[in-house]
């Protein structure tokens, strides 16, 4: 088995982990390369680009935090990730640094299960061309610099869903409703539920709420009331083009989903409790001292 590495090159910790790691890796004769900013970084020769990883490697190690297995999911296609958090959070990112080496020795072995996240497909025509990009947290649309508040419309399998005033508007999916939808009040949705929830940012009606609808369902975006600006369509935090007034952008579920390591000694409610610190000031249900 060969692994690709991938690292947080803005983290001191990242690269001392990535160093550690690659002595492992070695000490057992375990092939494995390195993405070619993090190969940069740690003066290593054994690198290629990320776009190329792919088809040299048998899984990915993400070494930092959600942005990072954010970033490597894009291009891992199916193969599987190990999520290692060297980040906050870490909602994504299974495995903490302690548990690295037993992770990695689990997929070595075989021994491990796949956590499969839906991802969403947005598509757009530009000109002639169908421009196509994935996301596995969230796809949205912003304002961006535009100095007033446009209006977006929605619609659901072609029906018309609503037409917001907002700053924006962000499509997640379960995985992704611990992200940005739930920092503009979105809901947390179990990873793995078959829905997507529309979130909308900045709300300019008191009445608009999000609302969570089938991954089976076809959601197309426009945005009108602004002949003179130009929108940021973000996929996972990245922009990928600007929107001009009245393109649509079509969001679905994509046909690839995301391969996630699973660490089974941890459960949903234990990760909930522990990165949003539910219940920190009771010790289950008894007033702490």
């Known amino acids: 088995m060969k692994f690709a590495i991938v690292v947080n090159v803005s983290r001191q910790s ?10 492992w890796l070695n000490e057992r004769g375990v092939e494995y390369i390195f993405e070619t900013r993090s190969a940069e970084q740690l003066h290593v020769d054994k690198s290629a680009p990320i776009e190329e990883l792919k088809n040299s490697c048998d899984a990915f ?6 942005g990072t297995l954010l970033f490597t999911s894009h291009y891992s296609e ?8 060297v980040g906050y959070l870490g909602f ?6 302690a548990e690295m080496f037993l992770a990695i020795e689990q997929v070595l072995n075989g021994s491990y ?10 598509s757009l025509l530009i000109g002639n061309e169908t421009k196509r990009f994935r996301a596995l947290n969230d796809v949205v649309i912003e304002k961006g610099a535009y100095p007033r508040i446009p209006t977006f419309v929605i619609k659901l399998d072609g029906e018309l869903l609503s037409s917001y005033r907002a700053d924006g508007i962000i499509i997640a999916t379960s995985t992704g409703s611990t992200a940005y ?6 809901p947390i949705i179990a990873p793995k539920s078959s829905v997507f929830v529309i979130t909308p940012i900045c709300p300019h009606m008191l009445t ?13 975006v426009s945005v009108v009331d602004a002949p003179d600006g130009e929108f940021p369509l973000n996929c996972d935090g990245y922009v990928r083009t600007m929107l001009a007034p009245r393109e649509v952008v079509t969001v679905k579920k994509s046909a690839e989903g995301v391969n996630l390591v699973a660490n089974e000694k941890r ?13 920190r000031e009771h010790n289950f249900g008894q007033q702490a001292d």
């Open 14 to 23: 990242a690269l001392d982990l990535a160093r550690k790691l690659a002595g």
């Open 267 to 279: 459960n949903y409610c234990e990760i909930l409790r522990t990165k949003l610190l539910w219940g």
């Open 208 to 220: 608009v709420r999000p609302i969570v609808i089938s991954d089976e369902k076809t959601i197309e």
């Open 113 to 122: 299960t796949i956590h499969d996240r839906t991802q969403l497909e947005a």
């Open 61 to 66: 190690i993400s070494l930092g935090g959600d």
């Open 92 to 97: 994504l990112t299974e495995f903490t640094q």
């Open 78 to 85: 199916t193969k599987p990730i190990i999520g290692i958090n």
């Open 181 to 186: 939808s739930m920092s503009a009040g979105g």
